[in-house]
């Protein structure tokens, strides 16, 4: 695995929001998003219901799970890692938490700082 790939993990409270998710779902992915409103919210969606474009960027996997973000977004945060949580709330509108009062939360840190959490 190339070091693009080692930059996202996730806590064991997304992983089990995840695990619930595929369980109804099927194989999903994840996107981070970069808009206004969603923007600490990965999006989550079936595998082949979100076309990825040419300059996404792979950052790892969670749960199986393809977590992908934005070129212009990887490069403005290219020296940080990003841990996936979940918080109470509702989650982006298409994304797949959405409807469970639990949502996935993006939070970053410096890749030398971060903290080990299950993948």
Not at 51 to 66: K, N, Q, S, T
Request: proline share 7%; with cysteine.
């Amino acid at each position: 695995m190339s070091d693009a790939e080692n930059r996202v993990s996730a806590t064991p409270e997304a992983l089990a929001l995840l695990a619930e998710i595929q369980a109804e779902h099927g194989p999903v992915l994840f996107h981070q998003s970069g808009g206004c409103c969603d923007g600490s919210s990965p999006m989550c969606y079936p595998q082949g219901d979100f076309i990825l474009g040419d300059r996404d960027v792979l950052l790892g996997r969670i749960g199986g799970a393809p977590f992908y973000i934005g070129a212009a977004q990887f490069e403005a945060w290219r020296h940080t890692g990003l841990v996936i949580d979940v918080v109470p709330g509702r989650g982006g509108m298409f994304s797949l938490d959405n409807g469970r009062e639990r949502r996935f939360h993006t939070r970053s840190c410096l890749l030398a700082a971060r903290p080990p959490a299950a993948s």
